[in-house]
Structure formats: structure tokens, C-alpha cells
């Protein structure tokens, strides 16, 4: 499914993601500045979480828990050295605990992704359209 969006539209295309979505392990493609983070913040949002959801920047993982309970994880590999350090955080466990799983940057490691997966693919149009293809 191609998606095109400007900001004002990111509410409706994260609810299309959650309604399309057969797996819970969502991984984001798109290059820096393609909107992933922001993204991820509404889908998070959508799902019932208020804690306030930030780029795990310093750490691999961020976790939250939703109103009703479920656990989110958003993963960001853009500083990973290696997939070992990924591994390491015991990785491959995340992807199996049916929680939602929300990874930007999983080209950083590919060897660890879940075949149980959806995969999200931006691209930057213009400054404020972007691309979106859901797999
Ligand atoms: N349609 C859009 N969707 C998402 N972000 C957009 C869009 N149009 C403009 N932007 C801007 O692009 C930037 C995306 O940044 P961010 O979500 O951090 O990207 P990434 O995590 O992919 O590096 C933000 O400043 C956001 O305001
Ligand atoms: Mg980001």
C-alpha cells in the first residue's frame, strides 16, 4: 500500500498502519529526517500511552506501558556499532514477547529481524510530504 502525507494527515496514516498491520513487530525504513520518530510518537499516542515518548537517543530501547496494559518498545539502531550489541540486549527476545516493537533504523541489524514483521518504507518527497509504503 502506497500513503502519501503531509503532517496534518500523520494522525489518520498511523491509524491505517495499526488497522493494516499484522504483526505488532512494526520496523521503519527512511532516511534521516523522513519522519520516523514522528511517526513512531503517534503510533505510540494511538496506542494509549501518555508517558512522554522521546528518541531513545542514549539507549537502544525505550519501553512504555499503555492505559490498557500493553507494552511498547521503541527501538532506535541508528548508533549501534554493531548487531552484536543488539544481540547482546537479547534482541531477538524483544521480538518474540507480543509486545509492539517499533524499530527505526533495522537496516543496522538485519541479521537479528523477526520474519513475524511488518515493514514501514519513507521517503522524503518534498519539505513536507512524505512517502510511505507499507509491506
Ligand atoms: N509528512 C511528514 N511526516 C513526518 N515528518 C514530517 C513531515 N513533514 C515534515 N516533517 C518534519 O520532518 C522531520 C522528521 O524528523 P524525525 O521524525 O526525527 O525523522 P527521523 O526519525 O526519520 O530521522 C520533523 O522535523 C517533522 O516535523
Ligand atoms: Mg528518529
Redesign the pocket.
Known sequence: MHLE???TE?PAIATKILETSTSKNILFF?E????????IKEIVKQLGVHDTVS?PTFSIVNEYMSDDDQTVFHFDFYRIENEQEAFEIGLDEYFEKNAWCLA?WPENVKNLLPLNRTEIHITILD????KLIIK
Do not use: C, P, V
Open positions: 502525507y503531509t503532517i500523520l527512511g534521516m529526517g523522513s519522519g520516523k520518530t514522528t511517526l528518541s527505526e519539505m513536507d510530504t512524505r
